[in-house]
């Protein structure tokens, strides 16, 4: 057996030495080099071809990363193991990124060492047990985004068929006037191709694209194509069959719950269609099927304005598309192809006829030819094929007349007569499919039992047409998939409704619905068929056989596009489709529209509330309405209920209901009831789906977040990002980033609080819309409380282009959010303006979000600090607290008390003032809720000082008062950093030394010196001399600084790049 | 002066380059289909009639494009059933 080869890359050769003599006592290893920087490391591997690098990190010359991403490029064969002392995310992200498979703390070496290489040669990856798991399982999150294909409710085959170009025949002409058109016109964005059916466009293309030397990737759409997000989501699957990793964020928003805006969408694909290092064209083949209304023209006109250095698009349709073609042709930017170009000159009308039937017509025929078919290429066709049975071919030219259409009429009964009675019938039924493949044409065409021949079948069936080139075209390379040329489809439609009654049309249409609903290809296919079969009621049935699954899958989006196919009529009388469409109503927050379809469904169901079929659905709509009334009572009544009935499993609704029984008993006091009923189901391990596992999860942390108790609700987010990550749970791990975001910044821990908080507003687009908006607002009043102004700025901006994609609920929350922005930044004269021009917000449940109009009103109104002013903030709040009170909302009762707290002390009235922060603090406490105060700014500090000792919790007013101290330290400390981002170090007034660097990173682990030597091999007085450059470099005075002001330091690189990295 | 809306029914004439066979009417939402004989080289032909609304127009038209017929004219005839006009009888 061949022994591993292994090459050893350290700067240090103490440590070379070590691992070298651990190797070489292995059986099967051998130790064929060393290096002791990059750049050895990579002429060595060249040389030696090692089966295995290990590979050091920072290293002079050449560091570890930009070797490995050398190696891993020049010899595939070649697995790099990292090996590091960090086990910071930012080195474990750039090492697997340039490439290595393995990735080795040095503290775990020897054991872990063996381990890694026979890993990696078995091809699996190899990371360090000793890394710590939240940076792995980071990196892991942002790989393990498989999406499934089957996101749109279509088989993976028609998927297939969409992105294939047509297979060219043997029968082609060449036509290469029209290729030397093409080519002349290949550099510019566009190339057009205009003309009707039965001129041969696709095949033109397919076959010009075949010789040409750039890639080029298809995709022909249809009528459901004008939906953008199918569009998106088939565009993309287009283009990445050339480049696999290309356009991944674009998926990804097209593939979100909340589709953002176009412009959004738009900037998206053309930055990421930047990416393409070689020109490429994308076919899009039958372009007039896109509606002229549908915002996919717009994508197509913006991409056309500003096009992307290296796409070529080629737009083949019926009719000139609505692109602006006028200023396209004004630029140069537009290569057309038109019908005249597309006539067959006689030229190739004689050598088509040569090809096709062997044989040369006379001139006067072949004039005639030409004058009765004008050069039609579908016509010519028809000819060809009309011909084969014909014996004085010249004289059936001279004979032809009566203009083209009666041509192609005659030819067509000429072919069809030609066929069998079974062909005849096969064709005729099979004309009412778009596409067809062998088992939906047996389960259409299929004589019934009893009748006459039955060896006819649908293999026979497809192989004559195939052989008879009866205008079959293949879509796939496979042979599965076909559809009929439209002109002749259109005859043979027309002649069946000359040979089968209107109900015996029907009738086929409903056998199509049936299968296409058996294959799991509902929605368009089948309701299509239903409904053409004048069968409403079916395909109403349809829908109403497959909302509830894909409501549970959070596609509520496609149960949408269902409802708006079928006629409201046919809504109106169905209590499920109504039922479904408040289903929508529910997703979409509108608690308005949902009472009056509630009642309409109890009616329609004998209006009998208690008893019908859908009671428990329509009870937890109700519930939830009632929740946001404030009426908790209610709301937990109506959920009980439907929770009682309904068996665990099979009710869609369940995590739902679940959340909302949570939240509900939480606001009528009965928390403990409510929590051990659900920890109940949540150890209830066999009727635990992973969504609904989540969700439980999530309304536990949301009950003790509500409840100030953040100890508590931190305990459940580890489990809940495990289900989720294990099952692409977008939505799930957007919540997980969004809450411990949140639960790091009420604690006053400004970084980690950011950290989260960025990722989870990087899936803001899987987001519940409400929680989205809450993530940037968190986020952006923790980047200016922790100093960095601009990347609030930022943030603010990202909000605002959010909530522009359509929902204007939120819009008033974005501008409070903007407003105490101002305020926090001093500027008050935005934050008053704001407050003149807004009335007072309805206030509603509070929950657990950070921003809240009504309070930052108050806020303002405080800032203003006139009588009157203070005067209603005193009242508001008065009241907001006795809600919150009722509520038995805690975590919202100190923020309001805080500043009720700093308005009374405004208004001079101390003793209420110290009461009321008293008990702020009382409730902050046991959570350790800091933010709150903090974020009132120094006048709260102020107060927190003259608070009388025996008022208040003295070690915890320690604590918060010390907040401040940091967070002042920090701002200064961001101020260095903040210039030049990610060279922070380089700042300073002298570079950090490689190894000062590392020294810098243990520090912020707070190790002691005798750990730092040992995990750098050095000694421990080397340390203390290195620490003291260290300070004067850092320009502090103690190792707690020090510590503090590296934190800053890391952090603000880190930002950096989580702000350049695309996916999380 | 009659206005026509969207989406109510009205009367149409259709003329077209080229010969269509009258029996192809059903095809055209049961309009008439004649073509005035006048002499072999100036080949028209015209639709005339009843047409439920716009959409079942476009998709008349639609149909003339894709059977290669260029289009001369499209002519409004009000809301009423005109009166054939004796020339083109």
């Keep these: ?1064 | 002066m009659v206005t026509q809306y969207f989406s109510v029914p009205g009367f149409y004439r259709i003329e077209v380059q080229g010969r269509l066979p009258s029996i192809w009417s059903d095809r055209f939402g049961d309009m008439q289909i004649f073509s005035p004989s006048l002499g072999l080289c100036n080949k028209v032909t015209f639709l005339q009639g009843k047409v439920i609304d716009q959409a079942e127009l476009t998709g008349i038209l639609n149909n003339l494009y894709e059977l290669h017929l260029p289009l001369l004219s499209v002519q409004y005839l009000g809301g009423e059933q005109p009166i054939l006009d004796a020339e083109v009888n």
């Excluded at chain 1, 080195?91 to 697997?96: E, P």
Aim: proline content about 3%; charged content about 20%.
């Design chain 1, 1 to 1064: 057996m061949n022994k591993i080869k292994v090459l050893l890359v350290d700067d240090h050769a103490v440590l070379r030495k070590g691992m070298a003599l651990l190797l070489g006592a292995e059986d099967d290893i051998v130790i064929v080099g060393e290096a002791g920087d990059g750049e050895e490391a990579i002429l060595k591997a060249r040389a030696l071809q090692p089966d295995v690098v290990v590979m050091d990190i920072t290293m002079p010359q050449l560091n570890g990363i930009e070797a490995t991403r050398e190696i891993v490029a020049e010899l595939p064969n070649s697995k790099v193991i990292a090996l590091s002392i960090h086990s910071a995310r930012r080195f474990v992200d750039d090492m697997l990124g340039a490439g290595a498979v393995g990735y080795l703390l040095k503290e775990s070496v020897p054991e872990e060492l063996l381990q890694g290489i026979h890993a990696v040669m078995r091809g699996d990856m190899f990371l360090s047990s000793a890394t710590t798991d939240t940076v792995i399982s980071a990196y892991l999150e942002g790989k393990s985004n498989e999406y499934s294909e089957d996101s749109l409710a279509t088989g993976s085959e028609i998927l297939r068929t969409k992105l294939q170009s047509p297979p060219l025949t043997s029968d082609i002409v060449p036509r290469t006037r029209l290729v030397e058109l093409l080519e002349a016109g290949r550099n510019r964005p566009l190339t057009l191709v205009s003309a009707p059916a039965g001129y041969g466009k696709s095949i033109l293309i397919s076959s010009w694209l075949e010789g040409c030397d750039w890639p080029s990737v298809w995709l022909s759409l249809d009528a459901d194509d004008s939906d953008l997000r199918q569009f998106l989501n088939y565009f993309v699957a287009a283009v990445q069959g050339e480049y696999s990793a290309i356009c991944e964020h674009t998926l990804s928003l097209a593939r979100s719950q909340n589709l953002p805006s176009l412009s959004t969408l738009i900037a998206s694909l053309s930055n990421e269609l930047e990416e393409l290092d070689q020109p490429m064209f994308v076919v899009l083949d039958d372009y007039h099927s896109i509606e002229v209304n549908s915002p996919v023209n717009d994508l197509i006109r913006q991409l056309l304005a500003r096009p992307p250095l290296h796409l070529h698009l080629v737009i083949i349709s019926r009719r000139d598309p609505s692109l602006s073609l006028v200023n396209l042709r004004a630029q140069g930017q537009v290569s057309e192809i038109r019908t005249q170009d597309l006539c067959f000159t006689t030229t190739e009308t004689r050598a088509l006829l040569e090809k096709i039937v062997v044989f040369s017509p006379s001139e006067e025929a072949l004039v005639k030819l030409q004058e009765e078919v004008e050069g039609w290429v579908v016509g010519l066709r028809l000819v060809s094929m009309a011909m084969r049975s014909i014996d004085d071919l010249d004289n059936f030219f001279k004979n032809l007349h009566g203009g083209v259409q009666q041509t192609l009429e005659y030819l067509f009964y000429e072919v069809l007569a030609r066929q069998s009675a079974q062909m005849q019938e096969w064709l005729l039924k099979s004309a009412i499919l778009d596409s067809f493949c062998r088992p939906l044409c047996d389960a259409i065409c299929a004589a019934e039992l009893g009748t006459e021949a039955v060896n006819f079948n649908a293999d026979r069936f497809i192989a004559e047409l195939s052989s008879n080139n009866l205008f079959a075209i293949p879509l796939d390379t496979q042979g599965e998939w076909f559809r009929y040329h439209h002109l002749f489809q259109q005859l043979l439609r027309q002649e069946l409704q000359r040979r089968m009654t209107p109900v015996e049309i029907a009738g086929l249409h409903s056998r199509a619905s049936e299968w296409f609903e058996s294959e799991g290809l509902i929605g368009k296919k089948a309701t299509y068929h239903a409904l053409i079969a004048g069968n409403n009621e079916r395909a109403g049935q349809i829908v109403e056989r497959n909302w509830r699954s894909i409501m549970s899958q959070d596609k509520w989006y496609v149960v949408e596009m269902w409802l708006s196919q079928l006629s409201d009529s046919v809504v109106q009388a169905r209590p499920q489709l109504l039922l479904a469409r408040a289903s929508i109503y529910y997703h979409q927050l509108d608690y308005a529209a949902l009472p009056t379809v509630l009642d309409q469904i109890d009616e329609l169901m004998g209006g009998d509330a208690e008893a019908h079929e859908f009671t428990d659905e329509v009870k937890m709509f109700r519930g939830f309405c009632a929740f946001f009334e404030n009426d908790g009572a209610r709301a937990l009544e109506y959920v009980e209920q439907a929770l009682e009935k309904h068996p665990v499993t099979g009710f869609w609704l369940r995590g739902d209901a679940e959340v909302l029984f949570g939240l509900a008993g939480q606001m009528e006091d009965q928390k403990q009831r409510v929590m051990s009923i659900l920890i109940t189901w949540l150890n209830d391990s066999a009727s635990l789906d992973p969504l609904r596992e989540t969700r439980l999860l999530l309304v536990l942390t949301y009950i003790h977040y509500i409840d100030a108790d953040l100890a508590s609700a931190e305990q459940y987010i580890p489990r809940q990002r495990e289900v989720a990550r294990a099952h692409g749970l977008e939505n799930a791990l957007a919540w997980c980033d969004y809450l411990e975001g949140l639960i790091h910044l009420q604690r006053g821990e400004l970084d980690a609080a950011i950290r989260l908080l960025e990722k989870a507003s990087q899936r803001k687009h899987f987001h519940y819309a409400r929680a989205a908006v809450g993530t940037l607002a968190a986020l952006i009043f923790s980047y200016q409380m922790s100093g960095q102004s601009e990347q609030a700025e930022a943030t603010l901006k990202s909000l605002d282009q959010f909530i522009a994609a359509g929902d204007s609920p939120f819009a008033s929350i974005a501008a409070a959010c903007r407003a105490r922005l101002r305020l926090m930044q001093g500027q008050s004269g935005a934050a008053f303006h704001w407050l003149k021009l807004n009335p007072l917000p309805p206030v509603g449940v509070m929950l657990f979000w950070l921003e809240t109009p009504c309070l930052t009103r108050c806020e303002i109104l405080m800032m203003e600090g006139t009588v009157n002013s203070l005067k209603k903030a005193e009242e508001h709040l008065q009241e907001y607290l006795a809600m919150n009170q009722a509520h038995h909302n805690a975590c919202q009762q100190i923020s309001i008390l805080a500043l009720l707290a700093m308005v009374l002390a405004k208004q001079g009235k101390t003793t209420a003032a110290r009461s009321a922060l008293a008990e702020a603090l009382m409730l902050a406490r046991p959570g350790g809720f800091i933010f709150p105060f903090l974020v009132l700014g120094q006048p709260m500090a102020e107060l927190l000082r003259q608070l009388p000792r025996q008022n208040a919790d003295i070690a915890f007013v320690k604590q918060v008062l010390s907040a401040f101290g940091e967070a002042k330290l920090k701002a200064e400390t961001v101020a260095i950093t903040s210039a030049k981002p990610g060279q922070a170090s380089q700042l300073l007034i002298e570079p950090l030394t490689n190894r000062e660097f590392d020294i810098m990173e243990l520090l912020t682990q707070r190790l002691q010196n005798k750990e730092i030597a040992a995990r750098l091999f050095i000694s421990p007085e080397t340390i203390k001399s290195h620490l003291k450059h260290l300070y004067s470099k850092l320009g502090v005075n103690n190792r707690r600084e020090a510590a503090l002001k590296a934190a800053a330091i890391i952090s603000s690189s880190k930002l950096t790049t989580i702000d350049t990295a695309d996916a999380d």
